[in-house]
Structures are given as structure tokens and as C-alpha cells.
């Protein structure tokens, strides 16, 4: 009995500091009235949120009767940050609604672009294919300790630069017909330069010339998940960079893929 | 003089809380969940309103222990919202990258096909 006295006492002592404090109260309950105006007749928030428009106007309507009655500033702090809440979840709610479904449009837009894209690069394929012969392609398979690896030659780049040619289509139509033949193997696309140049130059280049690459079979349709992108710049060379045909032969991107489980051997 | 009125008034109410306030078990399970379905998504408490919704589920407990069952009862059901607003925050956040990326990828096959004609 005496504990309790006793905490009633210190309630007493909570709220008569309450009742000092009831201009704060008078504020935030105009702030949770100014939010729930702001959503109450929004039909987006409404149509994504009903139930917290609701809460939010229910909790309200308490903090307006305890503030306006005999209620303490604690009690209409308390119903006007529940009410303040509610409107700032509905208002969320109802962006991420907006958000999904503007992107489930856009998925179907880069659908349609990626298919366009695959006919155009087999399209523009079927006409090379009388010019441009196999050395052109270089395409290597090798089944090293590392696994399957595909190099892409220098030769498939613009030079100096990260961009591929049109010459690359039939490697990276090819790349994306074994990913797809083959669903749960994974990728690491390596990039490799010369010993030419800045060291921290090559690395960047490589880098990119590796993104460039990942980039081009995520755009046809490869989930970048099963990508992985390294730049090794002048490290790891197959030829010595004495002549300008090893250079060249350094200058490349390798593709290096999992096992048929996905398990990829470490990385260099 | 309605000040000192309405200061009893909430005196009595204060007490006639101190009687009948019950321990708030349900809607501290409740925030509990709240808090873990947050994270479960994938919220973290980098996340201002979930790092506030943890505090005040640990006062709450705190104010049960001390069998002050209103002020439990309130700090939970600020927590219960805290931690769901850090849920729906986070997912607008993760469905504005998803956006960027639609995007970012959608500019560059238009980049792509343009060079193929």
C-alpha cells in the first residue's frame, strides 16, 4: 500500500510537470493535425494505407478530447505522436506502392529493350558474318586449374578504351546462350592491360573494360547476381610485353565460370 | 486557477491509473514483433526510428519491472510505430535503388541501340 502511495505520488509529480509542459503538447498535436490533413483526402494514401489512415485519424481524435478535456499534456503527446506516426506510415506506404509500380513498367520496358537489342546484335551478326572471320571473334576456351575461361581479345575493344566493338556481338551473344543454357553458374569477369603505361591507369582500364563486358550480358538479360567484375591491370601476363603482339595478347578480358553447382574457384 | 482545476483533475486520473492500468503483456509481444519483422526485411538500426523503437521496447521492460504499466504501455506503443515506420522507410528506400538501377540499365540498351543502327 505504501509503495503504491508512494508511486502515485511520483505520477502527481509527472503530471503536474506535464501540465508545464502542455505548450509543447498544443504544438505537436497541430503537427499530427497539419499530417493527417495532409493524407486524410489522398486517395493514393488511401488506397495503399486505409487502415493507418484510419489509426492515425482515431488517435487523433484522443489527443484532441484529452487536450480539450480534463487530460494530461502526456496523454496528448502520446495519442499525437501515434496519430503523427500513422500518417508518416501511410504516406510511405503509399510512395512504395507508387515506387512498384512504376517499377514493374520500367522491368517490362527493359524487357522489351533487351529483346530488341538481341535481335538487332544478331541481325547485325548474320551481315558480318561474310566478312569477318574466326580470328577476328578470338574466342578461347580453356580448361585451366581455374575452371572454363573465355578470353575477349584486345582486338574487340576500342583502344585505350572501355567500349566493345560491334565485333564483340558474337562472343557475348555466345557468353549469354551458355549462361542461359546453363542457370546455376556464375561468372567472374576479369580485365587485364599491358605493362605499358601507369600502373593505377591499367587497373582502372581493366576494371572497366570488365564492367563493360558484365554490363553487356546484364543488358541481355543475365541477372547481374551471377556476375562478379575484377580489374588486375598489368598483373597475371600471358606473353611476354616485350613485342607488340604479346602486349596485345595481354590486353584482354577473361571470364572466368563456376562449376555446374555455381561454386567458383578464388579469385586471383 | 483552471490550471491548478485541471492539474487535480489529472492528479485523480493519475491515480485512478495507478489502479486500474493493467501490464501491457500483449502490446509488448506486439512490439517485439514489430521490431523483428523491421529487421527481417532488412532494416537496421542505422535507421533512426528503429534504433528509437529498441530504446523504448528496453524502457518499457524497464517500466514493467518497476510495475509503472502505463508509461510501459505508452513507450510500446510508440516503439510498435517506431519500428514500423524503419520498415516502411527502409522499403521505399531499397525500391528507390531498385528504380535508379531499372533506370540506369534502361539508358544504357537505348545507348546500345542507337550504336547498333
Known sequence: MNSLQGMCGALLVAALSGCATSQDAAQQLQNAQASFEGIRDNTEVLRSAPKDVIRSGETLVRAERFSSYLGSSEDVMHYAYLSQRYSDIAKQKSLLTANNERAAKLELERQRLQLTLREAKLLTLQEQNGLLGEQMVNLVTTDTERGLVITIGDVLFDAGHADLKASANRTVLKLVQFLQLHPLRVVRIEGYTDSSGDTQQNIELSQARAQTVADALVDLGIDSKRISVQGLGESFPVAENASAKGRAQNRRVEVVFSDEQGRMGAAR | ?117
Not at chain 2, 20 to 39: G, H
Not at chain 2, 74 to 84: P, S, T, V, Y
Open chain 2, 1 to 117: 486557477m483552471i490550471n491548478k482545476l485541471s492539474c487535480s483533475a489529472v492528479l485523480l486520473l493519475a491515480m485512478a491509473g495507478c489502479a486500474s492500468d493493467p501490464q501491457p503483456t500483449e502490446q509488448l509481444q506486439l512490439t517485439a514483433q514489430s521490431i523483428a519483422q523491421a529487421k527481417a526485411v532488412g532494416a537496421t538500426t542505422d535507421i533512426e526510428s528503429l534504433k528509437q523503437a529498441e530504446a523504448k521496447l528496453q524502457r518499457a521492460d524497464q517500466a514493467v519491472a518497476q510495475q509503472q504499466f502505463k508509461e510501459a504501455r505508452m513507450l510500446a506503443e510508440q516503439a510498435e510505430l517506431d519500428a514500423r515506420e524503419a520498415e516502411a522507410d527502409y522499403l521505399v528506400g531499397q525500391s528507390e535503388v531498385r528504380l535508379q538501377e531499372l533506370n540506369k540499365q534502361i539508358n544504357r540498351l537505348r545507348t546500345q541501340l542507337r550504336a547498333q543502327q
